[in-house]
């Protein structure tokens, strides 16, 4: 549809004009014009109402500074952001980010991604993100609280249980939402509701932090059994060693897989006997060592410092859950290369452009973050639910509903590919399912 492609066309090079420097913001909505082509055919309202120009700019911006004080007494200060970006779904709800490569951008294109990944889940959702330039690494507890504590005094203005509900991601765990808890509640009163991934004893859901390690073996396993596949005897790499790897390691485990390697951002360790999961949430979850530590109390482990998606070595599926970008067009060549079937992504946006490109080709299964990696959010939103109603679901219950929340997301996203005659396509029918929700949901609000 000419007319489309032009819209498209025309969205994107304004972008680019308004944002030049936001790499990252301006890739994620690249990858997402490039595949919503075929809405337009059956909603041209679309184009009338001007969606694309409305959904790609954020609803608000919060910037502001977070100054703290180390244990030497030295103030220092970081850069505080929360994107607001759409509520057309509901209340806006997105992890916080702490780590010193944060900018706008950044945040920017994990907010735009969270508008169609929560969509997906089904649940009554709207899209932000927020977070930090705060490194936590090598930082005491107290200076982590502190640093928390400040950065609460200014975000709890700007959120509530019905209106902006934050959780974690890179860097901001159950340590941090607990902090970031006490404050807000010493500001405003309790509060359950307002923060999600909140430790047990503080409100929080059972499963949420395996939720989104779990959900995204759960959505691997879907798309492998509909081609007659399994994780059983598969050979897998998992990249990074934090919350969304460790449990995707655990949850192939149990379904007969043996990851083979996992890393951090200094290197990888390679155990072809399968890395003892144990040993891996120890280190990273209570001790907050290195992966390379691994080898000490594993000596048939290799560590080696460098990308882990350089490994050369046989292996079937690979989960990249670290960050973004972590897979470029060489290393998606070498993943083929050394076998690859399927990739499935739990960290946001780990593979580029071109990367994508060269599964498209080799005609391999790959599944986007923001279909494969929602099992986290959707538990949020479960926790959001449990806290309403005053309530705790057991484990079993709330695993349950993860299940049945990936399958769902699995099929829509497949039967959307097929529907809008791109099947096989999980990044089309990952956009296209969450957008035209949104934009259905933005249309009724009317120009808002
Ligand atoms: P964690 O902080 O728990 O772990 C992050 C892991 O990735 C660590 O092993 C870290 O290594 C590694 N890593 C971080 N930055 C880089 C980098 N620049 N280069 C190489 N490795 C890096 O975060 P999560 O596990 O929560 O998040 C991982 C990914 O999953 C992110 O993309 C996040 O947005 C996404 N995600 C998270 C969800 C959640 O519920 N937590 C939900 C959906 C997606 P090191 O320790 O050395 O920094
Ligand atoms: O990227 C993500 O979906 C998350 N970091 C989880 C967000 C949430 O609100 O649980």
Known sequence: MEEARKYIEETYSKLVKKDPDQTEFLQAVKEFLNSIEPVF???????????????????RIIQFRVPWTDDQGRVQVNRGFRVQFNSANGPYKGGLRFHPSVNQSIIKFLGFEQIFKNSLTG???????????FDPKEKSDAEVMRFCQSFM????RHIGPDLDIPAGD???GG????????????????????LTG???????SLARTEATGYGLVYFT???LQNEGKSFENKKVIVSGSGNVALY????????GGTVIACSDSNGYILDPAGIDYTTVKQLKEVERKRISEYVTTHPTAIYSEGNIWDIEEAYQIALPCATQNEVNKDLAKNMIAQGVIAVAEGANMPSDLEAIEVYRQAGILYAPGKAANAGGVAVSALEMSQNSQRLSWSFEEVDEKLTDIMEAIYTEVRDTAKLYQVEGDFVAGANIAGFVKVALSMISQGIV
């Open 41 to 59: 055919t059956a909603h041209p309202e679309f184009i009338e109402q001007n969606i694309l120009e409305r959904i790609i700019e954020p609803e």
């Open 123 to 133: 649940l009554p959702i709207g899209g932000g993100k927020g977070g930090s330039d």
């Open 153 to 156: 005094t200014e975000l709890q």
């Open 170 to 172: 890179i860097g901001v």
């Open 175 to 194: 340590r941090e939402i607990g902090y970031l808890y006490g404050q807000y509640k010493r500001i405003n009163g309790s509060q359950a509701g307002v």
């Open 198 to 204: 909140k430790p047990l004893m503080l409100g929080g």
């Open 221 to 223: 396993d879907k798309m």
């Open 248 to 255: 995707a390691i655990q949850k192939v485990h149990e379904l």
